[in-house]
C-alpha cells in the first residue's frame, strides 16, 4: 500500500481509471463488449470512456460472447490489446473455445510467432440476488488452462495496479471483479504505480492462523479476523491477488508460521481454487500444520435465487470465525 | 409431548454445572436452537440452546444453582400442556453412563469423550516436534480440538510444564485418566456385592470346538469361550431383566436391549466395547463383531457406538490363567461377571473323584438393583447354560 494516500476511489472508479490511463497512454488499447460504449455496462464501470476515446475504440458488440471474444483475439493476434468485457462470468461458457483453444495456444503453437495481448474483464460472485445464471464464480475454470493468467483483485488500489499490468502483459489475461465490490471504496493513489502478478499481498498481520482469501472473501476474512482478535486469536490474511501465476512462496511461509490454515474462495468447493491453493500448503508446510487445511468455498449447488438461501450458499464472516475457533482448538 | 432441558455435561471431568442466567422467562415460548440458558462449567461459560420447539415450563433450577449434569432442570412444553409432574433426575453418576435412555446431548457429549480418549490425533507439526525433541508421544494429553495434541503440548512436556509429576511418577493417558475416574466413581457410588460359583465346562468346550469347526468354513470365524459365553448370557439375561436394569436415582430402569460390554485390554487400560442385542445375534456374527472390535480397540480405534449403550459386563481374563477375581460394577450397570480360566480340577461326579475342565465365575451386582437371591438365580440359571449350552444356543 502507498504511504500517503489521501484519495479514495471506489472499485469501479479504480477499474475505469486503469483504462483511461492505458488507453491514453497506449493508442492499441481498445475496448469490445455488449453496452460498453454509452451505457457504460450495467455496473456503470466505464461511464465516461466512450466520451472521451470515441466509438473506434470503446465499440458495443452484438450479443454474442464467442464471437466478439474471437475478435478479441484476433486483434490481438494481429497488433491491438483489446480488452474484452463479459458482462457476467456465468457467460464465460460461451467464450471458452476462444480463451482455451486460442488464446491459450496461440503463443505455444506459433512457436512463439504470435502472441495475444488480450486482457478479459469479467465479474463474479454471488448475493447480488441475480440466481443461478448471473451468480457463478467460474475463476477455476480458468486458472486450470496453462496459457492463461487469472487476476482476482480485491481493493481499489490492487484493482487498479493489476489491470495495468494486465493491459500490459503480453498474454491473455483474464480478470476478475466482484460484482458486489464496485461501489467498496478505498485508498488510490494520484501517482502512477501497477501491480506484479505472482506476488501475494499480505492484508492482516497474525500468528495464529492463515486465512488466505480471493477477491471479495479477502473482506469477509478481514471481518473474521476481527471477531477473532476478540476471543484472542490472532489471524493473517493473506490475498493471492493472481491464482495464476500463482505465489506459492507466501502463502507456505505464513502456514509454517502460524501452523493453520483455512482458504475461503467464492468458486464452488469442489475441484475449485481453495482445493488447489490447499493442496499446495499441505505440500509445503506439512510438517508445521497443527491441523488440516480448511477449505470454504461455494456449496455444490446451484446459487440459490432465495435471498435467504443465497446468503448461507457462500462463506460468511461468521463462518469464516467459526472454522478458524474450530481449528485453533477454541470452539 | 414435553421435551426436557437437562444440564449438559460439556468436559471431560464435569461432574455439576452452575446455572448462571435463563435466557427465556417461565412460559415464554422458545424456538428449537435459540438461546435459552447459559452454565458455567470449571472452565468456561458456554451458553445452551434449546433442544427443541416450545413454552419454558417446570423450571427446577434456579440462578446460581449448581445442578448435576445430566439433570433435568426444565421442560419445553406445547401450549396448553403441563410439564410431566415427576422430573425424572439422573445422579451426577449418570454422566458417565451409557444408559440408552439418556439424553442425546448427553450422549453427544458422551460419544466425544470416548472418542477423544480412544483415537488421540496428533499434528504433523506435533509428531516432527516430538521427535526432534524425544518426547514420548505417548505421555501427552492433547488440548486441541478433539483431543489432538499440538506442538504446544509437545513443548510444555518437553520443557516440564506438562509433566509437573514428580520423578518416577507416570503422567495418565487419556484411557487411564478415564479408567481412573470410572472405577473410582462405580467402586465408590455402588454397592457392590459378589457370588461366586464353579462351573463345568466340559459342554461348553465341546460346543465351542464344534462352532469353530462349523464355522471356520462357512463364516470365517473362530468363535472362541468369551463368543459363545457372551451368547449364553445374553440370552439367559432375556429373563433376568433385572440384571439388565439401571439404578437411577429415583428407582430402577429396565434396559429394552441386551448390550454385551466386553472388557478389553488396551495398551493403557480397559475399555468395555459393546456387542449391541447379543441376545438375537448368532454366534458367528458375535464373534466376527468381536474381533472387530478387539483389533478396533488394540489400534486405538474404537468408534463412540462401540463402546457406548452396555447393559451388562462380561470380563474374561481366563487368558492369563487366572482362577478367580471380583470386577468392578461400570455405572450404569447393575453387574458384571467376571470368569477366570477353565483348567481341569478334581470333583466329585456321581459320588467319585473325576477330572473335569472346571471355571470359576464371579458376579458383582449392584445391591439397589438387585438382591442375592435374585442374582442367585441368574448365576444358577447361567450355569445351567453354561453345562448345557446346546440347549440355549
Known amino acids: 500500500m502507498p504511504e500517503v494516500a489521501t484519495r479514495e476511489l471506489t472499485f469501479a472508479q479504480a477499474i475505469r481509471e486503469a483504462l483511461a490511463e492505458e488507453m491514453r497512454r497506449d493508442s492499441r488499447v481498445c475496448i469490445f463488449g455488449e ?20 466509438r473506434e475504440r470503446v465499440m458495443d458488440t452484438p450479443i454474442s460472447e464467442a464471437g466478439f471474444t474471437g475478435m478479441g483475439v484476433g486483434a490481438a493476434m494481429t497488433g491491438l490489446r483489446p480488452v474484452v468485457d463479459i458482462m457476467f ?15 491459450a495456444k496461440v503463443h505455444y503453437m506459433s512457436g512463439g510467432t504470435w502472441k495475444v495481448p488480450m486482457v478479459l474483464r469479467t465479474t463474479l460472485g454471488a448475493t447480488r440476488r441475480s440466481a443461478a445464471q448471473h451468480s457463478q464464480s467460474l ?13 482476482m483483485p480485491s481493493t481499489p488500489y490492487d484493482a487498479k495496479g493489476l489491470l495495468k499490468t494486465a493491459i500490459r502483459d503480453e498474454n491473455p489475461v483474464v480478470f476478475f471483479e466482484d460484482k458486489m465490490m464496485y461501489k467498496q471504496k478505498g485508498p488510490v493513489p494520484e501517482e502512477e504505480y501497477t501491480i506484479p502478478f505472482g506476488a501475494a499481498d499480505v492484508k492482516r498481520k497474525g500468528e495464529d492462523i492463515t486465512i488466505v482469501a480471493t477477491s471479495s472473501m479477502v473482506q469477509v476474512a478481514l471481518g473474521a479476523a ?37 482458504v475461503v474462495d467464492e468458486g464452488y468447493g469442489r475441484y475449485g481454487v481453495t482445493g488447489e491453493i490447499a493442496s499446495v500448503i499441505a505440500e509445503g508446510a506439512f510438517y508445521n500444520l497443527e491441523a488440516p487445511v480448511k477449505r470454504m468455498g461455494a456449496m455444490h449447488v446451484p446459487i440459490p435465487f432465495s435471498p435467504p438461501l443465497e446468503d448461507v450458499t457462500v462463506p460468511t464472516e461468521q463462518t469464516v470465525f467459526e472454522a478458524a475457533r474450530t481449528l485453533c482448538g477454541k470452539g | 409431548m414435553a421435551i426436557s432441558v437437562v444440564m449438559p455435561a460439556l468436559e471431560m471431568a464435569q461432574e455439576t454445572g452452575k446455572l448462571l442466567a435463563w435466557r427465556k422467562k417461565e412460559g415464554e415460548r422458545v424456538t428449537k436452537g435459540e438461546p435459552l440458558l447459559e452454565i458455567e462449567t470449571d472452565k468456561a461459560v458456554v451458553e445452551v440452546e434449546a433442544p427443541g420447539d416450545g413454552i419454558l415450563a417446570g423450571v427446577t433450577a434456579d440462578v446460581g444453582a449448581v445442578v448435576p449434569v445430566g439433570q ?37 457429549v458422551q460419544a466425544t469423550e470416548q472418542r477423544v480418549a480412544l483415537a488421540t490425533q496428533i499434528s504433523p507439526k506435533a509428531r516432527r516436534l516430538a521427535k526432534e525433541l524425544g518426547v514420548d508421544i505417548s505421555k501427552i494429553r492433547g488440548t486441541g480440538h478433539e483431543g489432538t495434541i499440538t506442538s504446544e503440548d509437545v513443548q510444555s512436556l518437553a520443557q516440564g510444564e506438562g509433566a509437573a509429576a514428580p520423578p518416577g511418577m507416570e503422567l495418565l493417558s487419556q484411557v487411564g485418566r478415564l479408567m481412573a475416574e470410572r472405577t473410582t466413581q462405580g467402586w465408590t457410588s455402588v454397592p457392590h456385592f ?17 462352532f469353530r469347526q462349523e464355522m471356520e468354513k462357512t463364516h470365517d470365524a473362530a468363535p ?9 448370557l445374553a440370552k439367559v439375561l432375556v429373563k433376568h431383566t433385572r440384571m439388565n436394569s439401571s439404578w437411577t436415582g429415583e428407582g430402577i430402569r429396565s434396559n429394552p436391549e441386551i448390550n454385551v460390554s466386553v472388557a478389553m485390554a488396551v495398551n493403557e487400560g480397559v475399555v468395555g466395547a459393546v456387542i449391541h442385542k447379543a441376545n438375537t445375534a448368532k454366534i458367528a456374527q458375535i464373534s466376527m463383531l468381536r474381533r472387530e472390535l478387539t483389533e478396533r480397540a488394540r489400534a486405538g480405534r474404537l468408534r463412540p457406538t462401540d463402546i457406548t449403550g452396555g447393559t451388562f459386563t462380561l470380563s474374561n481374563l481366563g487368558m492369563y490363567k487366572v482362577d478367580a477375581f471380583s470386577a468392578i460394577i461400570t455405572p450404569p450397570q ?33 445391591h439397589r438393583v438387585v438382591d442375592g437371591a435374585r442374582a442367585a438365580e441368574f448365576l444358577s440359571d447361567l450355569a445351567d447354560a453354561i453345562r448345557e449350552p446346546e440347549k440355549v444356543l
Do not use: Y
Request: glycine letters at 6%.
Open chain 1, 35 to 54: 453496452d460498453v460504449a454509452e451505457a457504460g455496462t450495467p455496473f456503470k464501470v466505464l461511464s465516461g470512456l466512450v466520451e472521451e476515446f470515441g
Open chain 1, 89 to 103: 462470468g456465468d457467460f464465460l461458457t460461451l467464450t471458452m473455445d476462444q480463451l482455451v483453444n486460442q488464446a
Open chain 1, 139 to 151: 475463476h477455476a475454470w480458468l486458472s486450470h488452462v496453462p496459457g492463461l493468467k487469472v487476476v
Open chain 1, 226 to 262: 476481527e471477531l477473532l482478535e476478540k476471543i484472542g486469536v490472532g489471524a493473517e490474511v493473506i490475498d493471492p491477488r493472481t491464482t495464476w501465476p500463482l505465489d506459492e512462496k507466501t502463502l507456505i511461509e505464513s502456514a509454517k508460521k502460524t501452523s493453520r490454515a483455512i
Open chain 2, 72 to 108: 433435568i432442570i426444565a421442560w419445553l412444553v406445547a401450549p396448553g400442556e403441563k410439564p410431566p409432574a415427576m422430573a425424572v433426575t439422573a445422579a451426577p453418576a449418570a454422566r458417565a453412563s451409557s444408559s440408552p435412555q439418556r439424553t442425546s446431548a448427553a450422549a453427544a
Open chain 2, 194 to 210: 459378589f457370588l461366586v460359583r464353579d462351573v463345568d465346562c466340559g459342554e461348553l468346550v465341546a460346543a465351542q470346538t464344534r
Open chain 2, 224 to 232: 472362541t469361550i468369551t463368543d459363545v459365553l457372551i451368547s449364553l
Open chain 2, 334 to 366: 447393575a453387574a458384571i461377571l467376571a470368569v477366570g480360566s477353565i483348567s481341569d480340577r478334581v470333583v466329585p461326579v456321581d459320588g467319585k473323584p473325576a477330572i473335569r475342565p472346571m471355571m470359576t465365575m464371579t458376579l458383582s451386582s449392584d
